[in-house]
Nanobody, 125 residues
Framework: QVQLVESGGGLVQAGGSLRLSCAAS????????MGWFRQAPGKEREFVAA????????YYADSVKGRFTISRDNAKNTVYLQMNSLKPEDTAVYYC??????????????????WGKGTLVTVSS
């Protein structure tokens, strides 16, 4: 069993930066691929970024490529999402997810093994 808790959301002006964190409980964190999804009001949840269990492979949605960076620290059971050059269209609730397979996260959001409860990011223009 893995429990995920996101933090780091907030209000930021366009062009600014935020770093989200997702702290995981459980000793098996390092065996899971991890990912970030987001859901804007009135829209479906969408894939943002994924990272393999080792951190050796990362994947991004086209909309965030070059602006967001996903990373993980297996010693701290934590995955991060560094968000730079934020735009108003990045406004959403951001969710952390864990799954056995990185490919499943990239193809998500359905069928993830574990979800966090989300953290709200608001980007003002």
């Amino acid at each position: 069993q893995v429990q995920l808790v996101e933090s780091g959301g907030g209000l930021v002006q366009a062009g600014g930066s935020l770093r989200l964190s997702c702290a995981a409980s459980g000793r098996t964190f390092s065996s899971y691929a991890m990912g970030w999804f987001r859901q804007a009001p009135g829209k479906e949840r969408e894939f943002v970024a994924a990272i393999s269990w080792s951190g050796g492979s990362t994947y991004y949605a086209d909309s965030v490529k070059g602006r967001f960076t996903i990373s993980r620290d297996n010693a701290k059971n934590t995955v991060y999402l560094q968000m730079n050059s934020l735009k108003p269209e990045d406004t959403a609730v951001y969710y952390c997810a864990a799954d056995d397979y990185t490919a499943a996260i990239v193809a998500g959001p359905y069928g993830m093994d574990y979800w966090g409860k989300g953290t709200l990011v608001t980007v003002s223009s």
